[in-house]
Every structure is written in C-alpha cells, then in structure tokens.
C-alpha cells in the first residue's frame, strides 16, 4: 500500500530555502520510505491511528518531514510503502529507505526482515535501485534480521552501544566530516545519538569514521547502490534546528547526501 505525501509546511520551506536544489522540473524519480519493518503506531489528536517515526507526514521531532522536503526540493516524488516489499512494489520507486526497523518493545508485532524480502530488495537494487539502510541502537531497533539484508552487500550492522549521549552532552554525538568526498563535497559538524557500529566486505567502502567506528558506508551492487548508516539521524529533532547547538548542521549535510543519492538514481522507472 503507498501512502502519498502532502503539499510543504511553510515552516519547512522557510527552512529550506535557498538550499540550491530548488529545480523547477522534475527528476522523474520517486522515493519510498518503509513503513513495513518500522510500521509503529499512535493516536493522534483526533482520536485516529496513524503511522509514525521516521514518516513523511511525521512533523513531530521523531518524524522524517524535513527530509521529504528535501527530497521534493529536488524534485523527487515522497512515497510510503506500507506493505511488505516485493521486486513488483519496489518497481515504481528508484530509491527506497528502511530506518530503524521495528523490535517488541517498539512494535508488539514487529515486521523482521526475511529471507524472501532480503531477496527480493537486493534484486531491486541490482536492477538499479538505490537503498538507504538506516540502523540504530539494539535497544531501539532491530539489528539480527536486518542483516540479512545487510549482508548481501558486504554490509553488516554491529549490535553494539556506540556515540552514547547522556542528557544534553551532545559533544559525546559530535561527528566531523572533512568533506572532499564522493558523497560529502563540504565539511560538515553533524549529530548522532546512540548509534551501533558498521563492519565491511569488499567491494564496499568507509564514508564516515568516527573513533574508530565505521558510521556511514556505501557499496555498488549490480546496477544499483547501497548507502549505509548506523543511526537514522536526518529525523526532524535534529534537523530543524530548535535543539542542537548552532555548530551542528545535520540538515545540510542531509541535503548533500539526498543531492548524492539521486544523481546515483535512474530516472523513470525501473523495469526488469
């Protein structure tokens, strides 16, 4: 099922202006963001259940609303899967992010990844799509399945405690990106709070250490690519700027990696 997004806030479009991406046509390409693996639920104000954390529509702080800015700001189309993934689903997307995929205490019936949904996602990407896997802590999200996923690409998510933030000490979350890379062309004072770890198999390459831990990494597989991070940390409360320390510019750095991630992405539709 696809849950479409709505028109800008005029609070995150004042945000983003002026961001460089502003392109009046369209790239032809589309983005999921899973609500299978992460499918947590609340009630809202008006009584209703609603998908939320790491969602398009989510503008509270645990919501990915400035990111689909992001994403619409250069002309990529916001989507919801909803349902498990199939190779058919994944055909209308070219990119496609999983965050933070579900554990009991977070879901009572979580949705772990399987063998057939790890198959069926890599023969997407081999066909060319592009996939965001955003992991986090093992007390928050789930970590054994998601690896079967993971591995597949010589990507394999660490279940260890790593960038532990106590209270508002957030120089303990402090990361540097020199910038100068393939993904990160500016350097960049970004955000993350307790995160796990990433472990790589050749062919798949490092973009980010910190402290000896392996954060963000990438991969190509087949026609496709596969970007890797150990926390989902592009979400609304530490992006929109009312929380973290002005030295923090999660956002911009988020606005580099979209910028990357299309220009890795075919436009138009996958096809077999």
Known sequence: MLIRTGIWSLFAAAILLGSGAANAAQSGNTVFVDAWFNSQQRINAAGVSESYHYKWNDKT???????????????????????????SSLQAAQLYIIASPDIPAKNPHPHYMNASDAAQIAEWVHQGGVLVMMENDPANADIEHFNLLADRFGIHFNPVLSHHVIGSNYAMGRMKISGNGPVFHQPHTIFMKDTCTIS???????????????????????????????????????????????????????????????????????RQ
């Open 200 to 270: 790589l198999q050749s062919p798949a390459v490092a973009v980010l250490r910190d402290r000896g831990d392996i954060i963000m990494a990438t991969t190509k597989y087949g026609k496709g690519t596969v970007f890797a991070v150990a926390d989902p940390w592009l979400y609304n409360e530490y992006t929109d700027g009312h929380k973290l320390p002005a030295e923090y510019d999660n956002l911009a750095a988020g606005k580099e990696l979209v910028h990357w991630l299309i220009e890795q992405a075919p436009h138009g539709r996958l």
């Open 61 to 87: 702080d645990s919501g990915f609303s400035l990111l689909g800015e992001v994403f619409r700001n250069d002309g990529v189309a916001t989507e919801t899967l909803a349902s498990e993934p199939t190779l």
